[in-house]
Every structure is written in C-alpha cells, then in structure tokens.
C-alpha cells in the first residue's frame, strides 16, 4: 500500500560530520532509526528532524537531503530555543516523568527560566508543524495519488504537534507514536497544569495515539481522562498498541559486514576465551547500567569460580553529555566498573564507550547471555536483536519493565530492575542453563522477535489512520 508520507522527530536517520571539510553521513543512534529506517524504505516518504550539529546544519543549508528511498530534510532551528526545547524540557521533564526518574525531594523544580524553556517547546513544535504543512502541500502538489499526505508524529518532543496540525489543516490525517513508556498520573500530575493540559490536548488531537504495550497505552488514557475530559468518542484519538520488531534481513546483511568481523576480533581479545554476559545500550539513567554492574559483581562473590571463565562485557553510547545529570552518570557507571575489577582483581568488566553499531552486532553475535534491565523502557530492541543474531542460544535476563517484557516474558528471565540480588540469580542461572533449554528458549524468542517488522509495524499504523 502506498501512501504519501511524512514523518516527524527530533532526531533524523543520519548525522553528520566533517571529515577534511566534506560532509560525511553515518547512521543515526537509537531505536527510532531502526524502526523507522526500514519501514520508511518500504513505504518512501519525508522525514523531517532537527539538525543537531552544526555539521547537521552544514547539510541542511547546502540540501543533503536524499536517503535513498526517502527524503530527509532537516530544520535549522534557533539554537536557544532548541537547546530549552530540547535539553531543558524533554529531556530533563518529559523524559524523566515519562521515565520516573525524579528523586522528589531535589527535582523538578518549575521556576522562571524552566516556564521560559517551555515557551520554546512550544515555539519548536510550531515550526515543525508548519513544516509538515508545507511538505504535505508540495506532496499534494506533486504526487499522483488521490491519497492526502499522512503525518507521523514521534515521541514525547513533539507531543504539542497533533493539535497544532488539525488546527492549520484538519483534513490530513495524524497519528502520534510514543517510543518511550507513558507516564503514571502521580507522575504527569508533577507538571505545571497548564503544560499538563497542552500535553494531553496535543496528543490527544490526534487521529491515532500508538503506543508499544497495553500497559503504556492505559496509562495515556488515564491521562486523558484526568486532563481532557472534554473530549468525546467521536473526537478523542483512536488508542492502539503496535509492538516493534527489528527488520532480520538488514540487521543479518549488517551483522555480515567486513566491519562486524573486524569488531568481534577485537572483542574476542578482550573476552580471551571467557564466556560474555553483554549488555548494550545508551548511557542513559533510564537503563540502569550501575544495577547491572552491581549484579554481576554480586554473583562474582559469591561464586569466586566463575571469575577466570566469564567476563561482563558492556558497551555503552555515551548520550546527552550537554545535561550534567547524564555526564554525572556515565561517570559513575565508569567508576563502579573500576571498583568491580580492583576489588575482585580481575578484568571482570570490560567497559567501552563509543557510538560503535558494528561493535554492538558484533557483541550480540558472540554473547553467552544478554543483560537488559532498564528501569523503565519503552520497547527495548536490544532484547529482540541480540537473540536475532546471536550464535550461542543466548538467555535474556529481562526487566519486567521493560516493554519488550509483555512480549517476551515465557522466553526469558524475568527480574525487578531494583532488585540486585534477583539479577545475580538470573544471570547464575542463565550462565548454567541446559543447552536443551537454552535452545528451546532462543528459538522461541527468535520466533517473536520477527513479528512485528518495521514495514508491518508501519503499515498498520497507517491503516488505522485510513
């Protein structure tokens, strides 16, 4: 099915950077490029984004748009009001709200500089509906299609977009997907009341809200009971959930790559033989890096034999080192690592830091067992990738907050991310599973990690739009 199509997020599919002054691309970070990348290939369409560096503005102003199957077109915002649009209430506000990541007694505080930051907020989502406006009119124009444009909106930094786009074209459908979890009334209900309700009226303008999981989807509708009463069946957004899949066919050509051999040989030096417990993820709060260490070091105590054959290997993409929390973090995730390895005398951790896709495939090929135990999360694609690629039936220890967990809870190990020693325990139990089990368990996992593709997941979104 073919639709003109126009996606909207923070972030686009590619940055860039200058190498001897030539713009070079790579590919973008994060869980939104590898949903949207391969359903966007299938489909074709615009993306747009906001440019993120100045390399990124470099390409915008000189019109490095093509991605091949589909446009890219970045916006060059004010860099103000994009570092309060962005910094100071998304990810410091909804971020953390949607994540619960407040510690209560200290934050958040809403005072004049943080109303200022909101100011901007809402001034971004403007320009990005003015420019989904304007390049649904130059698709209408060109297109031979009788179909009107679609919008799709992305995640909570534009979350005032849906209203703001029924307000200038009502005609043109607009869906809303949240790639995060959705935030507990206790939690939304810390926020300023008049951001509360421009929130839920802006989601909730929307044709379709789509969310990952029953659980985030009821609590958007909790939200907008509690903030938009108002709004009736007949114009309420239509509420579904559509779990996200990685696409297997690009995922194994990648993982197949020149690159990905030549990481996993470096891997395996650092692995010298030893079994791996991997984790990959950004270094963001919301994974729980330091509980994770805590675990692993916890089971190395307490099973001193396991120390010569099995070695923790983390790598991490350093993420939003521009708010002192995340730097703050990442050091600490850095410091427990030393602590764990001076303290048992051995190299029980392997801690790298680098934006390294081929390094991640390459860790998710050779893992013994996998470690995913954010303590909030959307989705979560590594627990679907890495048992898509792995070689070894890999286990996954899962947090059951995790989003993923609501699909894949009777093929791993299920624990509460706080819980420390119940980690230690599952990754015991996961480094000493029966081969039988592992590979009953790996093949079941395999099976529903391929069942919600990205050009699926897509196309059903836009059918409940139609």
Not at 110 to 123: C, G, L, P, Q
Not at 227 to 256: C, F, M, N, R, Y
Request: proline share 6%; with cysteine.
């Amino acid at each position: 099915m073919q639709y003109p199509l126009i996606v909207l997020s923070n972030r686009g599919p590619l940055s860039w950077s200058c190498v001897n002054d030539a713009l070079v691309s790579r590919r973008g970070a994060g869980g939104l490029v590898s949903a949207l990348g391969p359903g966007l290939t299938a489909t074709g369409g615009t993306w747009i984004a906001a440019a993120q560096s100045e390399s990124d503005r470099r390409a915008a102003k000189e019109g490095q748009q093509d991605n091949g199957p589909y446009q890219v077109r970045l916006l060059t915002l004010d860099a103000a009001e994009q570092e309060q649009a962005l910094h100071e209430i998304s990810n410091r506000i909804l971020w953390f709200a949607h994540h619960d990541l407040w510690n209560r007694p200290y934050g958040p505080v809403f005072d004049a500089k943080t109303h200022a930051a909101w100011s901007s907020y809402r001034k971004v989502n403007k320009l990005f509906a003015a420019a989904a406006i304007k390049e649904a009119r130059h698709l209408q124009s060109t297109s031979s299609s009788a179909r009107l444009p679609v919008v799709l909106v992305q995640d909570y930094h534009l979350a005032l977009v849906p209203k703001l786009l029924k307000q200038l074209a009502p005609e043109i459908p607009v869906g809303h997907f949240s790639h995060t979890p959705f935030a507990h009334t206790s939690a939304f209900s810390v926020l300023p009341s008049d951001w509360r309700q421009e929130l839920a009226e802006g989601m909730g303008a929307a044709d379709l809200c789509s969310f990952h999981t029953q659980r985030w989807a009821a609590r958007f509708r909790a939200i907008l009971q509690q903030e938009a009463p108002d709004l009736t069946p007949g114009i309420a957004p239509k509420i579904e959930v559509h779990p996200l899949s990685p696409d297997p066919k690009s995922l194994q050509v990648a993982a197949d790559s020149p690159k990905v051999r030549a990481e996993r040989a470096i891997l395996e030096k650092h692995l010298k033989g030893r079994r791996a417990v991997v984790r990959v993820d950004r270094a963001e709060l919301s994974k729980n890096i330091i509980r994770g260490i805590d675990s692993y070091t916890e089971l190395m105590r307490r099973r001193p034999d396991l120390l010569s054959s099995t070695a923790h290997l983390i790598l991490v993409n350093p993420s939003r080192l521009t708010l002192k929390e995340y730097r703050e973090y990442l050091h600490h995730c850095r410091q427990t690592a030393e602590k764990a390895n001076d303290e048992l005398g051995e190299e029980i951790i392997i801690f790298l830091e680098d934006d390294n896709f081929p390094r991640s495939l390459a860790a998710f090929l050779l893992a013994d067992v996998f470690i995913v135990n954010p303590i909030s999360d959307g989705m979560n694609l590594v627990a679907k990738e890495g048992p898509l690629l792995n070689e070894k039936n890999a286990p996954v220890v899962l947090s059951t907050e995790a989003g993923a967990y609501e699909e894949l809870a009777e093929m791993c190990l299920g624990v509460n991310p706080y819980d420390i020693t119940a980690t230690a325990k599952a990754i015991e139990i996961a480094l000493e599973m029966p081969e039988n089990e592992r590979e009953r368990r790996a093949q079941a996992l395999r099976h529903q990690a391929m069942a919600h593709p990205p050009g699926q997941w897509l196309t059903a979104q836009l059918e409940g739009l139609q």
